[in-house]
Every structure is written in C-alpha cells, then in structure tokens.
C-alpha cells in the first residue's frame, strides 16, 4: 500500500492522502506533485496483472492488422493448456469401394473400416515479451506504458505470422518456380492449378490463397504486359476480387515486414504463393491443415503484467498458442519469379 495525493482533489487539498494499491500508482502519479511513501515501497512493487493495459492490449487497432492477418492465415481454435486434436494421414472421408466389396453375404461381416487418422496430445505455449523502461522516460505514464505494450504485443503477432507461415511452407509441396514475365504466362491459371491439384491430394479443394506480396505485385505486372496473350485478366484486381476468381473463400496478400536488422527489413512473405484449407471457428476435431490452438486466459488471449522498480518499470505481454500443422496431404506452394 502505498499513501499519493487523490489525483481528484484540487489545489486547496494537496496535502490530503488517501490509499492505493500498487498496480494503480502508474494512474495516480501526476507531474509536479509531492509524494509520501515508504522507501522499502519505492524500491521495487511486486510483477501484478495489469487490468487497464490487459484491456487496452486486447483492443487496441493495429494500423497494420497483424492480429486480423494472423487470424487469416492460421484460424485460432480455443482449447485448455493440454488438449487432443485430430492428425489426419490421409483423406479418410474421401475413400470409395466397390458396391460389391461393401456387400454383407449372408452369414457375413461387412468390411471393417480402420481410422488411419491419430488423436494427438498437444499443449500451447506461453508465449510473450519483456520490457524495461527507465522512470526518467516517461516510464510511470499511462500513454508510454500503452505504446510499448503496443509494440511488445506486434512482436508477438509478427512472431506468430512468421511462425505459421514457415510451417506451411516446410509442409507444402512445392510446384516448378514460375515466371510470370513470360508473355505466354498465366498466374491466374497457375493459381487455379495449385488448388485442384490440392484438392486431388487433399480431398476438397483448397480454401485459402496467400501471397507474399511480391509474388502479389508479379502478378499484376504480369497482366499489365501489353504484349501479354492473355491480357483480359484484371491486373488490379484486390483480395477480395480474386476471392471470386478462385472461387475460394480468402485470398490474402501480405504487405508486413519485419528487421533483419538495425537499417534493414524484409517482407515476412515476399515471392511464394501457398494454397491450403483452414477455416474460422474450428474445433480440435475438425479437418484442417493448420490451426492456431489458444489458450484464453481470465483477461483475454494476451495479457499485461506490470511492476515498479526503483528508477524503472518492467512491462510483460503474454499469452498461450501453437500454431500446429494438422493436415500436410494438399498444402501446395509457387516460387514466382518475373524476368
């Protein structure tokens, strides 16, 4: 406990104090008061959750909607710190048999069907980041704390995309590289191809289409070729136009970068393409080829954690996931090249 002036009281009752927990100190402070506390208190307060920031993390609006993007390409699926999910080998539910090999003779057993899928034990992760900040930079104000939470919490979706998006392609098989400089090139074909050939593998046709966007902006100076043989196809077409060309139900094109290093970055998806099934609203049971196992916490899928030190603040954002791979049969991924 610590003893501040009420942040409320006006000039004539400066010198009133009342009571406060710790974790509401960083609220209370305010520039060019003065303060009574025990100096044991001062030194550090315990690592505590943080509601207000908890609160704010979970609502914030990414400009560049890293949270959106990472629901789009691995759909998070809610499950407890230990689950069992379905690990498909094969396309079970497409088999067929002859009518007269499923036939019972009389006195006979029909033919046994054998699961050739696994129940897999799995747990999630915990996930997150750390972070100091010195009290001399503005590391007991509400705004600078909720700008490095802010920042802390894009690691983590930036960590997360990069993530899934290494195990989709470690899963994929990979066509020949494509030139889509070629005149007599047609991306658009070449897309269409990937998903029926993962359909022909899978079982069903893939209902996702991802493009780093390099490959994204080949693809539209391909279309642009005056030259071009099949140049009806709309060069600027956006995602969602695509969506209805491919007759899938998300086409995502991803802008994001992240640092390679101090005075360079590179696109987390640059010239790939990759095609495969998932969708939102999954259980453990469901057939997918990825999903995004979470585990909520009582404050939401990430949370804040937040303690006072003697000259500076210690910031935490965490929470529990594993992007996991549940379905290899018809991942299908492109290179693109243009020359």
Known sequence: MKFIPDPGAG???????????????TEAIKLGNVYAANDGNLDASPLGLSQPLTQYVTGIQDEEGLDVLLESIAPSVPVGRRFSYLNETESEAMQKRDLAAITRPIH?????????????????????????????????????????????RNMIYRSQIADALAKIDAAAVGD?????????????????????AGGDAGGEDNNI???????????RRAYRQAARLNS????????????????????????????????????????KVYTYNARPGMTEMDSSHIKRFVTMTESGMLRVFIGVESHRVKIIVDGYQRNTITRALGIR???????
């Open 108 to 152: 006979g057993e029909f033919p046994i069907l054998r699961p050739t899928g696994s129940q897999t034990d799995g747990s999630t992760d915990n996930i997150g980041l750390c972070m100091y900040v010195d009290i001399d930079q503005g590391g007991l104000l509400p705004a600078v704390q909720q700008r490095k939470v802010a920042s802390l």
């Open 232 to 271: 009806n196809a709309d060069a600027n077409a956006l995602p969602d136009e695509l969506r209805d060309l491919y007759q899938v139900d998300r086409v995502v094109n991803i802008r994001s970068r992240y640092r390679t290093s101090a005075t360079a970055t590179a696109r987390l998806l640059a010239d």
């Open 11 to 25: 000039s004539a009752q400066a010198g009133l104090f009342y009571g406060v927990n710790e974790a509401h100190i």
């Open 333 to 339: 991924k492109r290179a693109v090249t243009y020359s």
């Open 176 to 196: 020949t590289t494509k030139n889509w400089g070629d005149s007599a090139s047609d991306p658009d074909s070449d897309i269409d191809e990937m998903i029926d």
């Open 209 to 219: 289409v991802v493009f780093g966007h390099g490959a994204f902006r080949k693809r």
